[in-house]
């Protein structure tokens, strides 16, 4: 079982999730992703190895 499909398993259905796989640059998508999204005003978890970013 990959790690995504662990979380898709213990996640509650309400809770939406975007992975980003690849080689190079993930660290930079995720981050500009969740900026995007919480200036939208989404609430955003953004983790990974890059550390725990938290947004509104």
Known sequence: MSE???AA???PKSVKLLAVTG????STVV???GQ???HFGIETFVGGN???HIGV
């Open 4 to 6: 995504l499909d662990f």
């Open 9 to 11: 398993e213990i996640l």
């Open 23 to 26: 080689t190079n640059g993930k």
């Open 31 to 33: 981050t500009f992703a």
């Open 36 to 38: 995007m999204l919480s």
């Open 50 to 52: 890059l550390g725990i």
